[in-house]
């Protein structure tokens, strides 16, 4: 599949999605917004791509939404009727919504590698991966404050779940800069690298452990953690007795048992 704005690769199982306008700070133009969705659902849907990571080309991570994109969408929403016009940016905001909800709606787990700064719909971007990891120079910011207006693709519904409603409220509502180190002590990140080098073999090395585990089992997790996140721990647990019933009794079963007894590696199936 060819993109105008990301780079992708797969690799020993690993998918490798790179956001790639390094030129423009990897800012977020419309074609980015539909390609990070049409990433996703083809790490989705490709049984050789066990697990995602998501990482920026150039100086830094992302430098969020690209403004030129917001100054032109004035002009595409338009209607002589107020109403059509506002219904429009509505639509457009939903659809830029479920670009970033497409990495949770992928049944591969994404990890994120951040370098560098992470601003704005960056923010967005990251809190729909399932794991974050960040090197010693990243800084993170919810900027769209600082342009007049509340962020609206996922930050606010995310984060607070993530570093709780506090913290949360602290960043969006300054716009203040973060260090990696605030963000590994609030949680957003798992874990921080001395370099952008470590970071990305420390990234692919938890990406590798991930894809030798029985893929069947792995999807089930993330299905599982992500359903009790906004379910009740009943529902959760009434779910998951449910997928078990179907999943469990799989080839994946088996082939882990029978290589544990036997002292050697498990290969399962894509």
């Excluded at 080309?57 to 403004?67: C, R």
């Excluded at 993170?140 to 995310?158: C, H, N, P, S, Y």
């Excluded at 002590?185 to 952008?196: A, D, G, H, K, P």
Aim: aromatic share 6%.
């Amino acid at each position: 599949m060819s993109y105008e704005t990301l780079s992708v690769t797969l690799e020993n199982h690993i998918a490798t999605v790179r956001l790639n306008r390094p030129d423009k700070a990897n800012a977020m133009n419309a074609a980015m917004w539909q390609e990070i969705r049409k990433a996703f659902q083809w790490v989705d849907a490709t049984p050789e791509a066990r697990v995602a990571v998501l990482q920026g080309e150039g100086k830094l991570f992302t430098a969020g939404i690209d403004l030129q994109m917001m100054m032109a969408l004035g002009p595409q929403i338009h209607n002589d009727c107020d109403g059509r016009t506002r219904e429009a940016l509505r639509h457009v905001i939903l659809d830029m919504q479920d670009t970033l909800t497409s990495l949770e709606r992928c049944r591969k787990p994404v990890l994120a590698a951040i370098h560098g700064a992470c601003v704005g719909g960056g923010i967005d971007l990251i809190t729909c991966a399932d794991m974050r990891y960040c090197s010693a120079d990243a800084y993170f910011t919810i900027k769209e404050i600082d342009i007049g207006m509340t962020a609206d693709v996922g930050t606010l519904q995310r984060l607070p779940k993530l570093v709780g409603e506090g913290m949360a409220r602290e960043l969006a509502y300054t716009g203040r800069n973060f260090t990696a180190a605030e963000a590994r002590e609030m949680r957003l990140v798992n874990r921080v690298f001395e370099s952008r080098d470590a970071l990305y073999a420390g990234v692919h090395e938890i990406a590798a452990t991930i894809a030798a585990k029985s893929p069947l089992s792995v999807r089930g997790c993330k299905e599982m953690i992500t359903y009790a996140r906004d379910h009740t721990v009943a529902d959760s647990l009434n779910y998951i007795a449910t997928w078990n019933a179907a999943m469990l009794m799989s080839n994946d079963l088996q082939e882990a048992m029978t290589a544990n007894m036997s002292k050697r590696a498990a290969v399962f199936k894509d």
